[in-house]
């Protein structure tokens, strides 16, 4: 077991980046121009990285597996992204936004890392104005706010529940106009089959032609990997069909330590399954839990009624109702941290006070909100004692003004109209904030290789805040890793090219067709879906919302034994050297299934309950995480070494000279 | 349900495609159409055939990847849904599908209902954006006030996905829809403005080199639009344009 280096600058905490900006070596303009960088995922930390890096100087390479960068899946959140700007004068700072984001993250986040991120999150939300994002605005003229889970002030900006699609599409048109240039070469359509080191330092990748089947080398000074979260292994999660860990884990296993991957976050407001044929879960804002309240039925007896069909949910009276985050938390109320919410969905579900045919299913109820705006639109409209169909008329239109496409998505998913009817949610995979180790220049251990955005792990602790995906995705690509990576490259500049035809590409690349020969030669009993679905339903149900000792040690063995399995009998029709949509689907189930397994070797390994990792053997008399700062205060990355039983854990400790160690509490 | 499918398969780019026809049980109104098409594939690579191959990913309505031409209209009979928000309860049992890929010259089949929109990349590479670096040292993103009711239609400009629907729904194929949300959205918007006279110019250029068709007014492609993106955008594209032209 070694111990890791952070390399986080030295000096007071609010002096960090700006010293750091000023120590570390930069490359000049000309030299910027024989540079080449790789750029693998165009999201909002790629394509922000790529705009950037291209604005520079440098020559770039990008690289997605859509046929638009527009399409990487940051497009897929709603509901905002967070900055300090006090622009509502409700107490805001930095300070406040880097306090919330670490007790949020249940203290397993590095202090430096997240200061940083408060710092430049101003700069987000101009950068983006000025780029023509078209956030949401007030009448005077001035960007709107409001609020979300887990803090006390008003600080996130939105476009609509479109948020994650304007910001992506902004840093799209920056990568356009780089494009238009010719300092971004656009690879669409492309997959990393495998990361290429020489002498130590990555200096490129093996990629496939996803059209044409083709395998490419393309060699690079640094490559920077920006391809999101694993939550896919799960099999259903909010993340998109095609969402994988396959450049992740190929770099992890050329020599970059993956961290904390048991730390992954269910979001506690999606629509729940609704049978075997379904292939994704569908996320429903956060920004709904404004408005929205929470409840179950207090009597078992009402909830079984409404499972079977006998009873709708607005027949409830108020007095027989349980909001039980009001209940339980009344300081936050709705508003709790989303593994705080998850878990009191599931506690409640279990007890048996679930309401959908599966009883895995919550109410989420708009009809207090449409009564409160309908009242006030009344008033301000100067309707005096307007009736109840009015005051519901006028609050259903605020109310459809905000989340409109939302409600509109429930509907046509769900079949039921929520502005009569309560939503019905269940917690769903969403995040992970696990993801390679990197260090305070976003470099992860292998030199020249680089991980910025949900692909590292490094801002959210145990648990990520909403709307601090997209904060952190521009964060880390517009304005952290374009300067760090300069250091880097400040080496490199007597270089020249990396040829191609070294005996290191030749040899990633002879790796990369030999194992999809190896998987097209499957003896063809069972196709990919089968298995992705299999190990799914072990993650679900051993390594999800709660976890315990027993079936974690369950689903380890469980998930080698599927993995022998899924080699020697999977099933590929069509041929390598053309397109082929299963055998994309292989690869990276064929990662999952390595992935899992350190994922649960993770979790069975961290004795403590914290953020979204709940382990049964931990917690308090009343249900809630119990941590353990003694032992667990660290950040457990994992270094390769064959199968994911041998890994071996590597560990960074985390220091908290600014802020006390507390028990989270949302009381 | 039990439903009869017509299905265009097409093995690449320069092979002839044909329609094929398939008959699938066990469809549940719960399905979405792209699940629906998921279970016909687990029965053809079950039975060793290829699968249907067909362009997806989120599956939540947003990232514009999934297309397809069902029964003659893009994204099927619903209205403001992508393909893979349209829900078989749409469907009746013993319904009889066609499923082709979105047809235009601009948009070549890359295979089965698989086709390439690359087209769509060059027009906003021309002009879809605006020129600012991304270092982050601009002005205090409240330092120019927007009136709200600007904001908004640009944002609703802005809610396009590219998918291309608006381009298959066309007789002429025309990109006009997709072309003038996003020249829209910077019209309207002060930041944009600066660069509006050179961006409708380089971006209707592009669109026409890439051999979409012209605008005749039908309207089919604001129906059948699943962003519900506006005509009105079109007009707004055509007067930018004309002023443009006139400044030289």
């Not at chain 1, 309240?293 to 078992?300: A, D, E, G």
């Not at chain 2, 971006?203 to 639009?225: K, P, S, Y």
């Amino acid at each position: 077991m070694g111990i890791l280096d952070s390399k986080i600058p030295s000096g007071p905490l609010a002096d960090k980046w700006t010293k750091h900006k000023n120590d570390i070596n930069l490359v000049n303009p000309a030299n910027k121009r024989n540079i080449d960088i790789i750029v693998v995922g165009t999201g909002l930390a790629g394509g922000a990285a790529a705009a950037t890096l291209a604005e520079l100087g440098y020559n770039v390479k990008t690289f997605c597996y859509q046929d638009s960068p527009r399409r990487a899946h940051s497009i897929a959140a709603q509901g905002g992204i967070n900055a300090a700007k006090n622009y509502q004068g409700d107490g805001d700072s930095n300070y406040r936004l880097f306090y919330d984001t670490i007790k949020g993250g249940d203290y397993r986040s590095r202090e430096a890392n997240v200061y940083r991120l408060a710092e430049v999150s101003g700069n987000i939300i101009d950068q983006c104005v000025a780029q023509g994002v078209p956030f949401a605005r007030e009448y005077g003229g001035m960007l709107d706010n409001r609020s979300f889970g887990g803090v006390l002030v008003s600080r996130t900006f939105y476009a609509k529940g479109q948020t994650g699609q304007q910001l992506l599409l902004g840093a799209y048109s920056a990568m356009n106009r780089q494009i238009n240039r010719g300092k971004i070469q656009a690879f669409n359509r492309h997959e990393m089959m495998d990361l290429v080191l020489v002498d130590g330092k990555a200096r490129g990748i093996i990629a496939r032609n996803l059209v044409t089947g083709e395998i490419e080398r393309h060699s690079a000074h640094a490559v920077v990997l920006a391809t999101g979260g694993y939550g896919n292994v799960f099999f259903l999660s909010t993340n998109a069909m095609g969402s994988n860990v396959m450049a992740a884990w190929r770099a992890h296993r050329k020599g970059a330590f993956f961290a904390n991957p048991c730390f992954t976050q269910i979001h506690p407001t999606c629509i729940p399954v609704s049978g075997d044929h379904q292939s994704k879960l569908t996320l429903m804002s956060e920004s709904l839990r404004n408005d929205g309240r929470i409840w179950v039925p207090k009597k078992k007896e009402d909830a079984i009624a409404i499972r079977e069909g006998k009873l709708k949910p607005t027949e409830i009276i108020e007095e027989d109702r349980d909001y039980y985050l009001e209940r339980r938390y009344p300081a936050f109320g709705n508003l709790v941290p989303r593994d705080v919410a998850s878990r009191a969905a599931k506690e409640r579900c279990d007890a048996g006070f679930g309401v959908n045919k599966t009883g895995e299913a919550v109410f989420l109820d708009f009809a207090s909100a449409i009564e409160r705006y309908g009242k006030e639109k009344a008033l301000t409209s100067g309707l005096k004692n307007p009736d109840k169909a009015t005051i519901t008329k006028l609050g259903e239109e605020v109310v459809e003004a905000k989340y409109g496409n939302l409600f509109q998505m429930y509907e046509k998913i769900v079949d039921q109209n929520p502005y009569k009817t309560p939503m019905m949610i269940y917690p769903a995979v969403h995040y992970t904030m696990g993801g390679l180790w990197v260090d305070y220049n976003l470099q992860t251990t292998i030199p020249g290789c680089y991980a910025a955005g949900e692909a590292n792990f490094s801002d959210h602790g145990a648990n990520r805040l909403g709307a601090s995906a997209l904060m952190q995705g521009l964060a880390d690509g517009y304005f952290v890793l374009p300067y760090t990576i300069g250091d880097y490259l400040s080496k490199d500049i007597r270089t020249g090219a990396i040829p191609t035809d070294s005996p290191e590409f030749e040899e990633a690349e002879k790796q990369v067709r030999e194992r999809m020969e190896k998987l097209m030669s499957g003896s063809g009993i069972h196709s990919v879906d089968y298995y992705h679905k299999k190990l799914g339903k072990i993650m679900w149900n051993k390594c999800g919302m709660a976890r315990n000792e027993k079936e974690l040690k369950e689903a380890i063995k469980e998930i080698s034994a599927l993995r022998k399995d899924f080699w020697e009998n999977v099933k590929i029709p069509g041929s390598i050297d053309s397109k082929n949509q299963e055998l994309e689907k292989a690869g990276r189930v064929a990662d999952f299934l390595e992935l899992g397994e350190l994922f649960a070797k993770d979790a069975l390994h961290r004795n403590e309950s914290c953020g979204g990792h709940f382990r049964e053997e931990y917690q308090t008399e009343e249900g809630e995480a119990l941590r353990d700062d003694e032992n667990f205060k660290y950040v457990a990355a994992w270094e390769y070494k064959g199968e994911p039983k041998d890994a071996e854990l590597h560990k960074e400790d985390l220091v908290y000279e600014n802020i006390e160690l507390k028990t989270r509490s949302y009381k | 349900m039990k439903l009869y499918l017509k299905i265009w398969r097409q093995k690449d780019a320069s092979s002839p495609g044909k329609i094929v026809d398939y008959t699938l049980d066990g469809v549940e109104g719960d399905m979405s159409f792209l699940e629906m098409l998921d279970i016909l594939n687990e029965e053809l690579v079950s039975k060793g055939e290829e699968p249907v191959e067909f362009d997806h990913d989120c599956r939540e309505g947003i990232c514009g990847t999934c297309s397809l031409q069902i029964n003659g209209e893009p994204h099927g009979p619903d209205r403001l849904v992508t393909t893979c928000q349209l829900h078989m309860r749409k469907f009746n049992d013993g319904d009889t599908i066609v499923i082709e890929p979105f047809r235009a010259k601009a948009f070549p089949v890359i295979k089965d209902l698989i086709v390439d929109r690359s087209s769509f990349e060059r027009i906003q590479q021309a002009g879809g954006y605006i020129s600012v670096n991304t270092s982050g040292n601009t002005v205090d993103a409240n330092s120019i006030p927007i009136n709200k009711y600007d904001a908004d239609e640009a944002m609703d400009a802005a809610t396009c996905i590219g998918c291309g629907a608006c381009v298959a729904a066309c007789k002429n194929a025309s990109a006009m829809l997709f072309t003038s949300a996003k020249v829209s959205q910077f019209a309207l918007l002060p930041q944009g403005r600066i660069e509006a006279t050179e961006r409708v110019q380089n971006m209707v250029r592009q669109m026409d080199l890439e051999g979409f068709g012209n605008c005749t007014n039908t309207g089919a492609c604001e129906i059948e639009c699943p962003k519900g993106i506006s005509l009105t955008n079109i007009a707004r594209m055509n007067r930018e344009y004309l002023s443009a032209t006139l400044k030289g």
